[in-house]
């Protein structure tokens, strides 16, 4: 793959990451905001809502992360980019 076409994958998966992580973090803070009591019902309990989209969130943060890695190296190991003269 060409090294401007990773770069570009690479700023889209990390712009990517960065929304995933602000909406992860948003969800995390909704939560401490219910008593612990509370969360066992609702949609903070094992099948509720905000359960399910954080557990989504968080996959998919993940496999965007891997990717990240994976081209990342890929980059470094395809080396710099020609030059154009």
Do not use: K
């Amino acid at each position: 793959m060409a090294n401007d076409t990773i770069d570009t994958l690479l700023a889209d998966l990390t712009r990517e990451r960065d929304e995933l992580d602000a909406e992860i973090q948003a969800l995390i803070a909704d939560m401490e905001a219910i008593p612990v009591g509370q969360r066992r019902s609702g949609a903070w309990a094992a099948d509720g809502a905000s359960t399910a989209r954080y557990l989504e969130l968080s996959g998919r943060l993940a496999e965007v992360e891997q990717t990240i890695i994976d081209l990342s190296r890929e980059r470094v190991t395809s080396g710099p980019s020609p030059s154009v003269h």
